[in-house]
C-alpha cells in the first residue's frame, strides 16, 4: 500500500460525521469505562483492554454505545465493527456467538511487525460542489492500491515507522508526529496550499484506526482508514 500523491494519503483515516454515536452515548454510566477490543481476524480472537472509553471506541468505528456495560467491541473478517456481550469462564472470555480470547492477552501490549492493509472511507467533505466528487474519486483510487505496507514498529507503536512502511514517494506527505500516550498519535503536515492533520490509535496489536483531515483548494476532507496487520 502506498500513499496517494494527490492528497498525500493512500494509508490514513478520519472519523468524521459521526456525532450522532457522541449523542447516543450520552448519558449512559458506562461511557467512560475501558474498551475491551476483541481483534478475531484469521479465525481467532485476540481480546486486550484498550486505552480508549467505550464511548470513544464508539465514536471513532460509527456505532452506537452499547446498552450492556460488559459488550465488547468485535473486529473479524468480512464484517464490520460491532459490540457483542462478552462473559468470564475460566481463564477465557467469551464473546456472544461462541467466539473466545484469552484472558492473558490483557497485559502490556504493542504493534506487531509485519504487512499491513487498510480501507479508507470518506467520513465527510465541505467546500465547493466538486469537492465530493474530487473526495469519492480520491478514496476509490486508494481503495484500489492493493500494495501492502511492512511495518517494523521497533517494540513501540511509532506512526513515523508506520508512515516509512507505506513508501510514500516524493511528493506524498510526510507529517510530523506526536506520541500522546502509548497507543495514540498526532500527526501534521501538508504543503503548497493544503494542510493535513492526522489522529492515530492503537486498538489491538493488529489494528489501529488513523483518522485525517484534509484542506486546501477550497474543499476539506474527512477520512477514516482501519488499517490490521494481514500477515
Known amino acids: 500500500m502506498a500513499v496517494s500523491t494527490q492528497f498525500h494519503l493512500a494509508f490514513i483515516l478520519f472519523s468524521a460525521g459521526v456525532a450522532l454515536s457522541a449523542f447516543a452515548a450520552f448519558g449512559q454510566a458506562h461511557a467512560d469505562q475501558k474498551a475491551v477490543v476483541a481483534d478475531c481476524t484469521g479465525g481467532e480472537c485476540r481480546c486486550v483492554l484498550s486505552d480508549m472509553t467505550m ?8 456505532t452506537d454505545l452499547p446498552a450492556d456495560p460488559e459488550a465488547a467491541m468485535v473486529f473479524a473478517d468480512g464484517e464490520p465493527p460491532r459490540w457483542a456481550s462478552l462473559t468470564r469462564t475460566g481463564s477465557e472470555f467469551v464473546l456472544a456467538g461462541g467466539r473466545r480470547c484469552d484472558l492473558g492477552l490483557f497485559q502490556d501490549w504493542t504493534p506487531e511487525d509485519g504487512l499491513w492493509n487498510g480501507r479508507t472511507d470518506l467520513a465527510g467533505v465541505s467546500g465547493a ?49 506526536t506520541q500522546v500516550d502509548a497507543h495514540t498519535a498526532t500527526g501534521a503536515g501538508g504543503g503548497d496550499g ?19 483531515r484534509i484542506a486546501g483548494d477550497g474543499c476539506s476532507f474527512d477520512l477514516r482508514t482501519e488499517a490490521f496487520r494481514q500477515e
Open 129 to 177: 460542489a466538486e469537492c465530493r466528487q474530487l473526495g469519492a474519486l480520491a478514496v476509490e483510487m486508494m481503495n484500489s492500491d492493493t500494495r501492502l505496507a511492512r511495518v517494523a514498529w521497533g517494540g513501540r507503536f511509532d506512526m513515523a515507522r508506520f508512515w516509512q512502511g507505506t513508501d510514500p514517494g516524493p511528493g506524498d506527505d510526510r507529517p510530523v508526529w
Open 194 to 212: 493544503v494542510v493535513t492533520w492526522y489522529r492515530a490509535r492503537l486498538l489491538s496489536p493488529v489494528r489501529l484506526i488513523l483518522e485525517t
Open 55 to 62: 464511548n470513544d471506541v464508539a465514536i471513532v468505528t460509527g
